[in-house]
């Protein structure tokens, strides 16, 4: 049974930075496009970035310039470098592991990441 386990996020000033990380295991994380997505209370949920399985990234205009995703196949995570945050980026963060061959879905608990004005 494929599990994600995320790390990071917590409380910072708007302008500051934050390092989320979640690692994948009870699967081949080699066959995972690993994404990132965030739900606020009374949104959808929505993606924020994604990485396929040969290390092609997919922003949201909303994150760009400021998010990195970066995948880490030795240690079967992926990360998320937020920069320049913003109040509006508070919400719940999930990692999503996708299988795309199957349209198979994988999610993380979820991290609270608040932004202070």
């Known amino acids: 049974q494929v599990q994600l386990v995320e790390s990071g996020g917590g409380l910072v000033q708007a302008g500051g930075s934050l390092g989320l990380s979640c690692a994948l295991s009870g699967g081949p994380f080699s066959i995972y496009t690993m994404g990132w997505y965030r739900q606020v209370p009374g949104k959808q949920r929505e993606l924020v970035a994604s990485?396929?399985?040969?290390?092609?990234?997919n922003y949201a205009d909303f994150v760009k310039g400021r998010f990195t995703i970066s995948r880490h196949s030795a240690k079967n995570s992926v990360s998320l470098q937020m920069n320049s945050l913003k109040p509006e980026d508070t919400a719940v963060y999930f990692c999503n592991a996708r299988w795309s061959k199957i349209g198979r879905d994988h999610w993380g608990q979820g991290t609270q990441v608040t932004v202070s004005s």
């Open positions: 990485i396929t399985t040969t290390a092609d990234t």
